[in-house]
């Protein structure tokens, strides 16, 4: 994971900047007495979350930046917004992808403050199958705005407990299954509230193929590499099937997800190593967790007591 910080109110210096950190543009102020610009990102390779501060109106002009950009309004406005016929305003509480990642946009930001979080295209094929064909198109975004204000609020939830809870503790975000988890619940997350190309509902040689023999390798490959990064379609070839075959052999078998069953796999490790842990050694709870994927201590122990009926202290201690 890296942090950076970037304050300035010279308006070259803040293209310069961030030419260097989205992608070649152009910007202008429409308020020339002020210009003060602040951005903090935290990033992973695929994850970038940015929270930005202007207290100026900046038109901006910029070439596609190869990945999805979503945007967050705080406070003030964002106007004029536009890409391949789309023209649009947003404000306070709108969450909204800025444009496909192909695509160009252009706009001006009015005195605002907003997040910018940023993710590898790549990832929402990790966790959904196209609709289309060849198969192997990748998953797109057919609208800018979520489908429902519901779907809004729990993609925005989304990324603010991958801000606060996965991104912005070093010690947490270096655990490569917190990362692994959170950029998955963030591609879910996205798939959830924008329409898109994903297919969900299993075809004739889906359910054909969703037999007891595919769980059985599935579940395996999970118990096996739950201490690594897996994601979706990684256990979906290990089982020698589509996503979406996978996904409707544990939900016909299980009643479950493939996710969730990777979680419930590690919280078991999770449980191993309370129970082995030295009493009144080194290890925490909190540690714990997060080497197992857990990057929120509170929800974490919510989940164990579901399971286990005591809490993850207890058990380290007793």
Partial sequence: MSSLTFESDDLEVTEDFLCRAYA?????????ESSRARIHRD????????ELDLNFDMSYSVTPLGRICLCVVHEGTIQDHGF???????????VVMFAPPDLPYAGRICSARYNITMLDPGLLDQVAATAGRPLHEPVRLTRHRPSSPAAADYLKKTIVHLRDHVLADPTVAAQPLIVSAGSQLLAASVLAAFPNTARTDPTGQDRADAHSTTLRRAVAYIDDHADRPVTVADIAAAAHVTIRTLQYAFRRHLDTTPLAYLRRARLAHAHRDLLNAPPRGEATVAGIAARWGFAHPGRFAAQYRSVYGTSPSRTLNS
């Fill in 24 to 32: 070649k543009m152009r910007i202008g102020s429409g308020t020339p």
């Fill in 84 to 94: 391949h016929g789309v023209r649009d305003d947003f404000g306070p509480g709108d």
């Fill in 43 to 50: 990033s992973t390779p695929a994850v970038s979350v940015d």
